[in-house]
């Protein structure tokens, strides 16, 4: 059986520039459905994917994305769920195997058998897309296709990962680090009633938080920013860390209050340092947070449905993918750059 031939942005060997050129899908299969894609969010994931940079590596030549938005063109078999002419999208969580103690448990996010859009499978780089229906994103009608695409990773991860902060409306929450994450990061803060300083070492991105509701903000660059955020705000209840040097990780230790939760989402190589007296003594949580499950995202993508969150995103065409991720490494980048296919 022959497959799709597409237009995508490919990775052929790890560390070069991506090539844009022909690849073949294969016929959507079993709950698989074939979409056309009008956006895709490129997130700081796709880089790691296309650098090699994590011990369990993709297998080149593959295809990235997995902020990819579209409209249904083919289903496979028993396909339920979806039809021809919905608009759905992919994720990082592509699928999961639902049966481990972990998809029974409501944490599909830890399954150890999980496909990940654009790294084990194919994902949005390019002009079609295949989806696991069963797993595929819901975009609600009437979806700004390049507002919504970041929700689809870096929304639903920022928002999982304030829920995991357990957090109240009126509590202080620091977020660190105001990329493609921090800056939708601090939206949801504000939608869930938290307070919201945040820190990063660049003032046009904090100028894009307080833009977005944050109400205090350090330049970790220019001040003291323990001492900033304690003056501020006594010590924050809760951290998200979305920033991607590993700095930011120990000082996370710092900005929090007793009691307070920490909630690591970045992923930069390397270790930080953790004082242990000072995680016993404050009593001190520190979580890891990896994207979210269907359920997660579902909410996350009905916070943006209710025009309580809007990502600042740039359209950017797919040839310029390998000028984007300069840019990415060098964090030039306010909000979130969308590949736009609709021109194509």
């Known amino acids: 059986m022959t497959g ?7 990775v052929r060997e790890f560390g070069a520039p991506l090539e844009v050129d022909q690849y073949e899908l294969p016929e959507p299969g079993p709950h698989q459905a074939l979409v056309r894609v009008l956006t895709s969010g ?20 593959f295809v990235p994305g997995h902020e990819g938005v579209g409209i249904v063109e083919a289903v496979g078999p028993d396909v339920t769920d979806v039809q021809v002419g919905d608009l759905i999208g992919n994720a990082w969580l592509w699928s999961a195997c639902g049966e481990c103690e972990y998809c029974e448990s409501g944490w599909e996010t830890l399954c150890e058998a999980q496909q990940n859009g654009g790294y084990s499978v194919d ?4 002009d079609h897309m295949i989806v696991d229906t069963r797993y595929a994103a819901r975009v609600p009608e009437g979806a700004d296709p390049l507002e919504v695409a970041p929700v689809l ?3 639903v991860t920022v928002y999982k990962a304030l829920k ?35 820190v990063d070492v660049s003032d046009e991105k904090l100028e894009l938080a307080k833009k977005h509701g944050a109400e205090v903000t350090v330049n970790a660059r220019e001040v003291d920013p323990i ?4 003056e501020a705000t006594g010590g924050t209840h809760a951290v998200v860390v979305t920033a991607v040097h590993p700095a930011a990780f120990g000082q996370a230790i710092g900005f929090t209050r007793r009691g307070g939760t920490i909630v690591f989402v970045g992923l ?12 016993v003594l404050k009593g001190l949580t520190i979580r890891g947070s990896i994207v979210g499950t269907r359920r997660d995202l579902a909410e996350a993508l009905d916070f943006y449905a209710r025009g309580l969150i809007h990502p600042t995103v740039t359209a950017r065409p797919l040839e310029d993918i390998n000028a984007v991720f300069d840019e990415m ?5 306010d909000g979130r750059v969308v590949v736009d296919f609709r021109e194509n």
């Open 268 to 279: 930069p190589p390397g270790d930080f340092p953790a004082p242990i007296f000072d995680i």
């Open 123 to 126: 994902g949005s780089f390019g």
């Open 4 to 10: 799709t031939n597409i237009r995508a942005a490919i």
């Open 164 to 198: 995991r902060t357990e957090a109240r409306p009126g509590q202080w929450v620091a977020i660190t680090g105001i990329g493609g994450l921090g800056h939708i990061a601090v939206q949801y803060a504000v939608a869930m009633g938290l307070r919201v300083v945040a």
């Open 42 to 61: 490129v997130c700081h994931t796709d880089l790691h994917a296309a650098e090699g940079d994590w011990p369990v590596k993709p297998s080149p030549p």
């Open 329 to 333: 490494r060098a964090g030039k980048i």
């Open 227 to 230: 001492a900033a955020v304690h």
């Open 153 to 155: 990773c870096a929304g």
